[in-house]
Every structure is written in C-alpha cells, then in structure tokens.
C-alpha cells in the first residue's frame, strides 16, 4: 500500500467513525425522547441541516427496539471527535434528566 492508499484509508476509517458517533448521539437522544437536532443546534447554532445528522437519525429505531445507549458512551464518543459543544449540552441533558429522577 503506497502513501496515497494509507491516507486514502485513514481519511475513510475516519469518516465511517465519524458517522458512528453521530449514530451513538442520536440515538441516545431518541431513547432519552430529546430530538437530536435540535440539541445539536444548541450547540452548532450555525450548522443547520447537518446532513451526517439527518442520515443518522434516519437510521436510528424507536427506543423499546434499541439497545441502551448509556450516557459515558455517548460522552466519551462526542469528546473523541472534538465535540465539546455537543458534549457539554448533553451533559446538562443528564443533569437535567437526574434531577428529574430525583424528583419524582
């Protein structure tokens, strides 16, 4: 595999990574019932009509048919590609969600 092949595959590996966090972040939205747009807008207020998002979602199922989704998964994948923006809005979803927890 000459020079250009390596990166070629590095650039490919990355992408397809890529797209597996955006899959892991929306559904962990869905099976939380948080639209995945509209807290990726929170965080990218610019970045309307994401289309790796729209084609995650697509793919995401409703929650009684996924797996779960636990929140240092979601997190930890979101902070690997650089998204702290996103990250910190999902925190404050969690936070949210305990204190909810903790309430009823």
């Known amino acids: 595999m000459d020079k250009k092949d390596l990166q070629e595959q ?59 989704v636990p929140d240092n998964t979601v997190l930890g994948a979101l902070s690997l590609f650089g998204n702290d923006d996103l990250a910190f809005i999902v925190s404050e979803e969690i936070r949210r969600r305990k204190r909810k927890g903790d309430a009823e």
């Open 10 to 68: 590095i650039i490919q590996n990355y992408q397809a990574d890529e797209k597996m966090m955006i899959l892991i972040f929306a559904q962990w939205c869905v099976n939380n019932g948080l639209d995945p747009e509209e807290l990726y807008l929170s965080a990218y207020p610019g970045q309307k009509g994401n289309h790796a998002l729209r084609e995650a979602i697509e793919l995401t199922v409703p929650k009684e048919e996924a797996g779960e």
